[in-house]
């Protein structure tokens, strides 16, 4: 299988890198990330910072990761050989894995054929060697092809070694182990809206064309069938914020495409023109995928574009309005909230069910008094949820507004209740509950809300800001991808 494996390295490596125009398909447009040297392996971004790989195809130490953000270019880690996919822990540890040891056509080799865990990726200032940061021993998985951070922390790791002994390897440190087996030449691994795996596998055939699937597993390893198969090729992964399957290496090689397979298992084309479309990250916050392709100096984004004006959703200028300003901002410049508690329910499709629970208390100016009634209130979750509840008496006729009862409140919608308890005892202490039900939140499980805010009347400090990313003991938030939920505490 090495033998195979080479040879069609070594058609790759015949492919010119030079490329026809990348055309996406129509809502949505093509711009290019330039990078320092010839992309490699994977990317991922989060932010401004974008990690990927670079340096050239099996040789021996000579690959390297960068960071792009707005301090330039900075190398983080070095001494790869050849690099596979990419992932970005919730932590900041970046997983990554290269398929090459010595013996195996790349040289004589320090390291290779497992995965590695670079720390502080986001923000580290000097560079680590690959050698000494494996996350188990070298040769561990020889056709180590993409990895996957599961929301245990458990990286999964595809290992494509092809004729039905391609496996999906479950890796904590020290230890790997088999989690599906039977495979072939397996690539990309991503998770699904539902929680559930998505794993491209693809058999070589006699003219070292790949013929495709992507199939369906629950993070234990459970098969639970095909998606779609038949596919011209396949070889990453990523999920989009509708739920598709985003897969790259669709097509001969010099002419090939990432195409999006929707939950129903129909396909369609995402963008076109690549030479090889290698690694596929999508970024959730611009709705934009970020690919590799075979011998260039650059990273291909494609992005939403709802207008067609050839920009992208995500760089539009503010629609502006006529609105009336509200009461208030979206900056808290309140309390910290004291015993906080989130959760996002019901994420996994179908849309327009997600529930949202908030609570917590806060210290607050008591002068104006507080007002709900005529100030109203408003939530905002990271960039997931910004939910404003109105202000008004309550109405018998419509069963909806604010009730007042000793300096207490309580507000009650179709879709949201809202209950704020003001303390007998401690000047300014409110407690607070919010429930809603009827959302629908597009939540990234790589990057999770960081903090939560209540606010009533911001001008007069009347808010409450409760963070969820701060050193122990502070609360965090967890992503719960079987019930669907995120979880902060």
């Not at 997983?95 to 090459?100: A, E, S, W």
Request: aromatic share 6%; net charge negative; proline share 6%.
């Amino acid at each position: 299988m090495r033998r195979a494996i080479g040879t069609l390295v070594a058609m790759l490596l015949a492919v010119p890198a030079a490329r026809a125009a990348v055309m996406a398909a129509p809502g949505y447009a093509v711009h290019t990330i330039a990078t320092p040297d010839t992309v490699e392996g994977g990317v991922v971004r989060q932010g401004d910072a974008i990690l990927v790989g670079q340096g050239p195809s099996f040789t021996a130490g000579a690959q390297s990761i960068v960071r792009l953000d707005a301090g330039g270019p900075a190398t983080i880690a070095t001494g790869f050989n050849s690099l596979g996919g990419f992932d970005l822990a919730p932590d900041g540890t970046l997983y990554v894995v290269d398929n090459c040891f010595t013996g195996d056509g790349c040289g004589t080799t320090a390291t290779g054929d497992t995965v590695y865990a670079i720390p502080d990726a986001l923000t580290r200032t000097t560079a680590v060697t690959a050698a000494g940061h494996e996350v188990v021993p070298p040769g561990t998985i020889p056709f180590a092809s993409d990895v996957f951070v599961a929301p245990d922390g458990a990286a999964l790791v595809s290992d494509a070694a092809g004729n039905g002994a391609g496996r999906v390897m479950r890796v904590v440190p020290g230890t790997a182990t088999d989690l599906i087996g039977g495979l072939d030449l397996v690539g990309g691994i991503t998770l699904a809206a539902d929680g559930t795996l998505r794993i491209v596998d693809a058999v070589l055939n006699p003219d070292f064309s790949t013929t495709g699937k992507v199939l369906e597993s629950k993070l234990d390893g459970t098969p639970l069938g095909t998606l779609v198969s038949g596919l011209a090729g396949g070889f990453a992964a990523a999920t989009d914020g509708a739920g598709n399957v985003l897969v790259s290496s669709i097509g001969p090689f010099g002419s090939s495409k990432v195409i999006a397979v929707a939950p129903d298992g129909g396909v369609s084309d995402r963008a076109t023109g690549f030479g090889f479309s290698g690694d596929v990250f999508f970024d959730a916050v611009r709705d934009e995928a970020l690919v590799l392709d075979f011998g260039v100096t650059d990273i291909v984004a494609v992005c939403r574009d709802q207008d067609g004006d050839g920009v992208c959703d995500a760089d539009e200028p503010p629609t502006t309005t006529t609105q009336a300003p509200t009461t208030t901002t979206t900056t808290c410049t309140g309390a910290a909230v004291a015993r906080a508690r989130l959760m996002l329910g019901k994420l996994a499709p179908p849309a327009g069910d997600d529930t949202l629970a908030f609570k917590g208390e806060m210290r607050i100016s008591t002068s104006p008094a507080v007002d709900p009634v005529a100030t109203g209130a408003r939530v905002i979750v990271g960039e997931v949820v910004d939910l404003t509840i109105p202000g008004g008496a309550f109405d018998p006729a419509t069963k909806t507004g604010w009730k007042a009862k000793h300096g207490s409140f309580k507000y009650h919608g179709d879709t949201v209740k809202v209950s704020l308890a003001a303390s007998t005892k401690t000047p300014g202490l409110v407690k607070f509950k919010v429930a809603g039900k009827g959302g629908s939140y597009v939540v990234d499980p790589a990057h999770l809300p960081r903090q939560a805010t209540l606010i009533l009347d911001a001008a007069a400090g009347q808010c409450g800001e409760a963070g969820f990313a701060g050193p122990a003991p502070a609360p965090v938030c967890v992503y719960k991808a079987k019930r669907g939920k995120v979880q902060c505490k």
